[in-house]
């Protein structure tokens, strides 16, 4: 990911930038130089070992986190989409309960940028940019990035990698103190060479020994990696396959052209290429092609032998009491391949590119260029395209063609009901969401959409039906700005204007805009409809609130939205 621009404050958060760009020794250099010898030899650092949570605890690891993807949000990075944002974290859950630590939280994320880059951070958040799935053939190379990010979380390496930083500063520093020392007392016209010279000799030793530290983290993340890749039924081979992609792009730019982020953030070579391919020959050694009768054909996936599941014949053929043709293995339902991923991967190309239009353009020339014409996953990309560039009409009659073809995809359904009530035909497209809510009962995308466009449509009736579907969702979407605004805008449709409040402050705090919530709040406590129990609940999020705002103000930093009022 290119560079990013954050709000003063955010560098003193410690490691908020492993993995979001490369580590910035020159800057920590100048720090150390700075600051008193004294205070710094003082310093008590935690045991780098298996005590490397001590640096920051879990738990303030996971507030770190959460303030960086609100910032990201603030700063308009963030891709927050129901469709993507599910297929993502349904690929990372499967990923991370079957990794090293399957019980660690993780929180995945899509990002904007095409740029190829994907990087972990703390508290077990993982940002992936479109790019990368733009640039992924199938979804088990996308599953291996994530394996790897992912490892990186269970290994601890943001945490290791800043307290190698802190630790090595100090010797490396002392002994370019010395040589300067030494270089002064020489005396003659050369001093001032020789200290540039001791200077740069150990930047050069402190930048060697971070790029040695990290070859190690990337070594250890592709060789855990690749084990959660396997025992989640994804293909071993793909991050070989992934690595030599990138090799062969880098090659590609070697003629003054930009080196893909993901390769400046995880260097690749041949060895490392030929090191997956091993470890992947292996796993393969250690495993055995497992077929599955699955309805509409059958499923095949790689297993290991020893594991006790599979001599369990209910997780290994499902159900005997049920005919062969509608078997289903347990182990089928949660490993492998989604099959959803050319939906994601065009759904993204449409949400990242910079206008409708020009997406609209690029699927143009793919259907000129592609001797067979746009793929079934390419026409829902351009019917997208066209819904987003005021077209629904055409994009209505584009998405029925294509329902007809897959009539149980989900992505064309939604896409096809937005159209048909952006097209004029709000009945038809209540009627298609409420069929989907009885299909997919639970179901995040569908709900949020059908919200959406209720709240389009307009009226207290319709902001009461998305109110009253979107709140059974209300326990487990805290962190969901997304559901915020939209439970926020029914709920103000309805006339039930406390929680259309506290929504609406809920969503701008998520954003990364802590200061308007709290406004928004302290507004609220006015209202006389506010009950004893409401007023409880806007309290308790004033005082999580207030300590953020308060620390902003004394940094300095001022919401530009509110200086414009």
Do not use: C
Not at 197 to 225: F, K, P
Not at 468 to 488: E, H, I, K, T
Not at 556 to 562: T, V
């Amino acid at each position: 990911m290119g560079p990013v621009t954050l709000p003063p404050w955010f560098p003193a958060l410690p490691v908020l930038e492993l993995h979001l760009r490369p580590l910035l020794l020159s800057a920590a250099l100048t720090l150390a130089l700075a600051a008193p010898l004294a205070s710094a030899q003082d310093s008590k650092l935690p045991d780098i070992g298996s005590s490397a949570g001590e640096l920051l605890t879990p738990a303030r690891q996971a507030e770190y986190g959460g303030m960086m993807l609100r910032e990201l949000r603030n700063y308009g990075f963030l891709l927050d989409d129901p469709l993507v944002d599910d297929w993502l974290q349904n690929i990372g859950t499967r990923l991370g309960s079957n990794s090293a630590q399957p019980r660690q939280s993780y929180t995945f994320f899509m990002l904007k940028d095409r740029q190829i880059n994907a990087f972990a951070t703390l508290g077990g958040y993982v940002g992936v940019n479109a790019g990368l799935v733009l640039t992924a053939e199938r979804e088990d190379e996308v599953a291996a990035v994530l394996s790897h990010e992912i490892a990186h979380v269970t290994q601890q390496h943001v945490l290791r990698g800043v307290e190698r930083a802190q630790r090595d500063q100090i010797p490396i520093l002392l002994g370019m103190l010395a040589a300067v020392v030494a270089a002064q007392q020489a005396g003659g016209s050369s001093s001032g060479d020789a200290t540039m010279a001791a200077i740069t000799s150990g930047m050069g030793l402190m930048q060697q020994r971070q790029i040695n530290y990290t070859r190690s983290n990337e070594s250890e993340a592709d060789r855990l990696g690749i084990r959660t890749l396997a025992r989640s039924g994804y293909d071993v081979d793909a991050m070989a396959g992934f690595f030599e992609r990138m090799s062969a792009s880098m090659r590609g730019n070697a003629g003054g052209y930009s080196v893909p982020d993901f390769l400046q953030t995880h260097p690749v070579n041949t060895t490392r290429i030929s090191e997956a391919k091993s470890r992947a020959e292996q796993m393969k050694k250690d495993t055995v092609l497992l077929t599955t009768e699955v309805p509409g054909g059958v499923r095949q996936e790689r297993v290991n032998p020893a594991d006790p599941a599979l001599s369990d014949p209910i997780v290994r053929r499902g159900n005997p009491l049920l005919p062969a043709s509608m078997q289903l293995s347990v182990n089928a339902l949660s490993r492998g391949a989604s099959g959803q991923f050319e939906w994601a991967r065009e759904r993204l190309r449409v949400l990242s590119a910079d206008t409708p239009g020009d997406v609209v353009r690029e699927y143009e020339n793919l259907q000129r260029a592609q001797k067979d014409g746009l793929s079934p996953a390419q026409r829902y990309g351009l019917a997208l395209a066209r819904l987003r560039n005021s077209g629904a009409a055409q994009a209505r009659t584009d998405l029925v063609a294509l329902l007809g073809d897959h009539p149980d995809n989900l992505w064309v359904a939604v896409a096809l009901g937005q159209a048909e009530s952006r097209a004029g035909q709000a009945a038809q497209a209540n009627a298609r969401f409420e069929t989907l809510l009885r299909q997919h009962p639970g179901s995040r995308p569908v709900a949020l959409t059908y919200a959406e466009i209720l709240n389009e449509q307009g009226g207290r009736e319709a902001g009461q039906r998305a109110q009253a579907m979107l709140r059974p969702l209300l326990s487990q979407s805290g962190n969901d700005p997304v559901f915020q605004l939209r439970y926020a805008r029914a709920s103000e449709l309805a006339g039930d204007t406390v929680r259309a409040s506290e929504a609406y402050a809920e969503a701008a705090y998520l954003n990364g805009r802590p200061e308007q919530a709290l406004i928004q709040l302290q507004a609220l406590k006015k209202q006389p409809g506010l009950d004893y129990v409401g007023r409880a609940r806007v309290d308790a999020r004033i005082e999580t609130i207030t300590p953020t705002v308060l620390e902003m103000r004394r940094q300095g930093i001022s919401d530009p939205e509110l200086e414009r009022r």
